[in-house]
């Protein structure tokens, strides 16, 4: 699976709209980009994901760019509960189980 | 809503014992992941498992073995706990061949 990257660290204001930003350069034309979440102490919460069209739900919209080489997860009016760990992950679809690879994540801190 | 059911929230046990942490999920789903999560190294993932008595090796397979006897659970077995092993836990399970993946809220192990 291709590798991404992430920034360490980004804020945001309550209310506003959190975007945050992820490489994924060596990505391969059957691999989807996936995005979790995970807020301190509880296990990650699947968000979105897309292969090459954006994508919207009640959670988020995802933005991924024509080449796919990077996307964007837009949180439109973020909130105090959307305080936690991002992680972009790019995997393929595969016939037996799917093994998902976490990196480090942004830490995405919405202040009041 | 899927549920994944992990049986302690907290464990603490000696340096040597045997130690099961189990996981159920009541979604019918083929697929059950074991991963740990340690400050600064993210989440690995331990063993998985695609079918009932399948499993397969993660990336960190190590001093861990795992039992699927039927498909709603998923079973982690510390053969002779170390303290390199207090981590916390976390199960997931997803459907076939999909990276959306649902995880428990975790079990924290301590090992003393």
């Known amino acids: 699976d291709a590798k991404t990257t992430q920034p360490t660290s980004m804020d945001c204001a309550e209310g506003r709209a959190a975007n945050l930003p992820c490489n994924h350069s060596t990505i391969s034309g059957n691999e989807y980009v996936y995005w979790y979440r995970q807020i301190h102490s509880q296990g990650p919460q699947y968000i979105i994901h897309?292969?090459?069209n954006n994508e919207t739900n009640e959670m988020a919209s995802l933005i991924i760019t024509e080449d796919r080489k990077s996307s964007t997860l837009i949180l439109p009016h973020a909130t105090l509960r959307d305080t936690a760990v991002y992680y972009c992950i790019v995997n393929g679809v595969r016939t037996s189980g799917s093994r998902l690879t976490f990196g480090e994540g942004t830490q995405l801190t919405v202040n009041p | 809503d899927v549920k994944v059911t992990q049986s302690s929230r907290y464990l603490v046990k000696r340096t040597g014992e045997k130690v099961f942490l189990e996981c159920v999920q009541d979604m019918d789903h083929e697929n059950m992941f074991w991963y740990r999560q340690d400050p600064g190294l993210g989440l690995r993932l331990i063993y998985f498992s695609y079918d009932v008595k399948m499993k397969e090796k993660g990336d960190i397979p190590e001093g861990y073995s795992v039992s699927r006897e039927k498909k709603e659970r998923f079973s982690l077995i510390l053969e002779s706990a170390s303290t390199n092993q207090t981590s916390m836990y976390l199960c997931a399970s997803s459907l076939q061949g999909v990276g959306k993946l649902f995880f428990g809220s975790g079990t924290q192990l301590s090992v003393l």
């Open positions: 897309g292969l090459k």
